[in-house]
């Protein structure tokens, strides 16, 4: 499983609920560091894709775990879909 599923998906069931819109323009396309880990969660960019994923795109719980897209593909395709 790659490491954005495996660790985003505890985090976006362990987290206050945020649509994946409201994160992406809270931490955008960056990479986590250490204050956006203390206001966000352990692993924000990570929980951003997997809300994307599972919220957005209406992807099923089976098909995230099934997913083998690697975290610059996962990227591309949330990114895309939330800059337009």
Request: proline share 6%.
């Amino acid at each position: 499983m790659p490491k954005w599923i495996r660790e985003g998906l505890p985090d976006y069931v362990a987290m206050p609920k945020q649509s994946a819109a409201s994160l992406y323009n809270k931490i955008g396309q960056r990479d986590a560091d250490l204050a956006m880990i203390k206001a966000h969660g352990a692993y924000p960019p990570y929980r951003l894709l997997v809300t994307y994923f599972l919220d957005q795109a209406h992807w099923t719980l089976d098909q995230l775990m099934a997913s083998n897209l690697t975290l610059n593909q996962a990227r591309a395709i949330a990114f895309k879909a939330l800059d337009s």
